[in-house]
């Protein structure tokens, strides 16, 4: 289902009570005109819209050559982090139509915080490529990846096709999903504390930080 431009009543939020309006900025998905996705965000970056395209750099390989692609992980489709007067901007740009909305309701989909910092981080650190799976899968066993490039990260421990991975699941679009030893992970409780993983993923950033700063010394 979908919003269309003109549709202004789709545009507020839920929890208007009221005239007052939540100012808080929300996760969304826009729908964007095939192929326009990277134009697109530097449109929104130069309107002051925060926004991320999800790009996964690949290597083709060919007999006499190799050449390093960027795959746009979710075609057509572009996350802007906006408040309610953004959210009308972003329907401003003639390249995107509409923002994703859940079933049977008018309002836009919200991908919550704790997802889409999770999936960003499974983006900027995976040595694997990353896939999406749109079609249904069962819940797996709640883990933390404890080694490697990922090390850090917490997810679904989901076997496909005989391999073990860890995924992340975002709201309306499935699960990403990335191969993982399963040496590499350890369970964790249903009660998990997002603070504590952002937490570590403060000083996993910093660690980093560091080591740059001692390589450049």
Same mark, same amino acid.
């Given at each position: 289902m979908i919003i269309k431009k003109n549709d202004d009543r789709n545009l507020l939020p839920t929890d208007v009570i009221g005239s007052s309006v939540a100012r808080s900025k929300r996760w969304? =998905?826009?729908i964007v005109r095939i192929?326009?996705? &990277?134009?697109?965000?530097?449109?929104?970056? &130069?309107?002051?819209?925060?926004?991320?395209?999800?790009?996964?750099q690949e290597v083709?390989?060919? /007999?006499?050559?190799? #050449?390093?692609?960027?795959?746009v992980l979710l075609p057509m489709m572009i996350f802007v982090h906006v408040d309610l007067q953004?959210? #009308?901007? =972003?329907?401003?740009? /003639?390249s995107i139509s509409r923002y994703m909305v859940l079933r049977g309701e008018s309002t836009p989909?919200?991908?919550p915080d704790q997802q889409m910092l999770r999936f960003k981080f499974m983006l900027d650190y995976s040595d694997e490529t990353i896939s999406m799976s749109t079609s249904p899968l069962a819940p797996g066993e709640k883990i933390r990846v404890i080694k490697g490039p990922l090390a850090g990260l917490e997810g679904e421990l989901v076997h496909v096709n005989g391999k073990s991975k860890v995924a992340v699941r975002l709201t309306?679009?499935?699960?990403?999903? =990335?191969?993982?030893?399963?040496g590499c992970v350890e369970p964790v /409780?249903?009660?998990?504390d997002l603070r504590d993983w952002v937490i570590n993923l403060f000083y996993r950033g910093m660690g980093i930080l560091?080591? &740059?700063c001692n390589e450049s010394l």
């Open positions: 969304l =998905v826009a192929c326009h996705e &990277k134009k697109t965000g530097e449109r929104l970056t &130069k309107m002051g819209i925060e926004n991320f395209l999800p790009i996964q083709h390989q060919w /007999s006499d050559r190799r #050449k390093i692609v960027d795959r953004e959210q #009308k901007e =972003v329907l401003t740009l /003639s989909a919200v991908i309306m679009l499935g699960c990403a999903c =990335v191969d993982i030893p399963a /409780s249903e009660n998990g560091l080591q &740059k």
